[in-house]
C-alpha cells in the first residue's frame, strides 16, 4: 500500500484565497480592513522569522500588518501595557503575542491578557473554555488546520478512532477537544502511556505532535489508517517529523509529509482566524 500524501500547500493556499475574497468583501462593506497586532519580545532569529512570515501572508490578503518589537531586556509591565493598548485599539482584530518570551517573563501570563476577541491564536483560558464547551470562539490554529487537512481529505470522524500524541495546551489538548466535538472517540497519549505502539495500532486516524525524530515507525501503524504527523524537527539529514514516512507510507492510507503538511496550514488559519475575529466584533459577538 502507497499512502495518499496530504498535500498541505494546496489546502493552505485555497484558505488564504478564500479569506483574501472574504476580507475584499468586508472591507468593501466596512470601509475598513481586519488588523493583525504581533508583539516580538528579543531578538531570536527563528521567532523573527516566523512573524516576519505571518505578516507577510496577512499584507498578501489585505490584513493591516500591526508590527511591535521590543528589546530582549524589556520589563514584562511593558509588554502587559502594550496589550492593553492593543486590546482597546479598534483597528486591531488580532493579537498574536510571540511565543517564547525571556526568561524573565511570564508567556502564559501575558497571552492570558489578550481580550478573547482578539485571541487569534486562541490560547485565552477563555478561548480553551468555549473550546471545551462547544461553544463560539477562536481557536487555535494548527489544531484547525489539522482538522481543514482531515475534512480536505475526506476522512470521517464520526464514530471513528483518533489517537493523539502529545498533550501540550498548544496543540495535544485543544486537537483532542476538536475531535471530541467531530464526534470521534479520542485517546490522548504521552511520555507515561503504557505500550504506545499498540495505542497507536488501534488508531484509525494518528496525528503525532511530541517533538521526536521519526519516533512513530511503521509497525505502530494500522494498515489504511490516516496519519497526520505536526513534528518539525532540525537534524543533521535536515527537516523531518515525527513519523517515519517511508515505513509509514507503505502502511498508511494518507499521510501528511514534512514539509509541506501541517506547517503551511497553522498560518492559513492564522490569517482565517484574523478575518473571523474582525467579523465577530463588527457583529458584536466577541467573547468577554
Excluded at 482538522?147 to 464520526?158: H, I, P, Q
Excluded at 489517537?163 to 504521552?190: E, Y
Excluded at 521526536?212 to 537534524?235: C, H, Q
Amino acid at each position: 500500500m502507497a499512502a495518499r500524501i496530504i498535500d498541505g500547500k494546496a489546502i493552505a493556499a485555497r484558505v488564504r484565497e478564500d479569506v483574501a475574497r472574504d476580507v475584499a468583501a468586508f472591507s468593501a462593506q466596512t470601509g475598513r480592513r481586519p488588523g493583525l497586532a504581533t508583539i516580538l519580545v528579543g531578538d531570536d532569529p527563528a521567532s523573527a522569522v516566523y512573524v516576519a512570515g505571518k505578516q507577510k501572508a496577512g499584507a498578501e490578503v489585505g490584513i493591516a500588518a500591526f508590527d511591535h518589537r521590543l528589546p530582549a531586556d524589556a520589563a514584562e509591565d511593558e509588554v502587559a501595557e502594550l496589550i492593553a493598548r492593543l486590546n482597546a485599539d479598534d483597528d486591531v482584530s488580532g493579537i498574536l503575542c510571540q511565543l517564547p518570551v525571556p526568561a524573565h517573563m511570564d508567556g502564559v501570563k501575558l497571552t492570558g491578557m489578550i481580550a478573547p476577541g482578539k485571541d487569534v491564536d486562541g490560547l485565552t483560558p477563555v478561548s480553551a473554555g468555549l473550546l471545551a464547551l462547544g461553544r463560539e470562539g477562536l481557536r487555535p490554529c494548527t489544531p484547525v488546520g489539522v482538522m481543514l487537512l482531515l475534512t480536505e481529505a475526506g476522512v470521517e470522524l464520526e464514530g471513528a478512532e483518533a489517537v493523539v500524541i502529545g498533550r501540550s495546551n498548544l496543540f495535544g489538548k485543544p486537537m483532542a477537544q476538536l475531535l471530541l466535538g467531530a464526534n470521534a472517540t479520542v485517546t490522548t497519549c504521552h511520555s507515561r502511556t503504557r505500550d504506545l505502539p499498540a495505542v497507536c495500532r488501534r488508531a484509525d486516524v494518528l496525528i503525532a505532535a511530541v517533538g521526536r525524530s521519526e519516533m512513530v515507525r511503521g509497525d505502530w501503524v494500522k494498515p489504511g489508517a490516516v496519519v497526520i504527523d505536526v513534528g518539525m524537527n532540525r537534524t543533521e539529514a535536515g527537516l523531518t517529523g515525527d513519523v517515519a514516512f517511508a515505513e509509514v507510507a507503505e502502511v498508511a492510507s494518507a499521510l501528511t509529509p514534512v514539509p509541506g503538511g501541517v506547517g503551511p496550514m497553522t498560518i492559513a488559519c492564522l490569517l482565517r482566524n484574523t478575518f473571523q475575529a474582525a467579523t465577530m466584533a463588527a457583529a458584536g459577538r466577541v467573547a468577554a
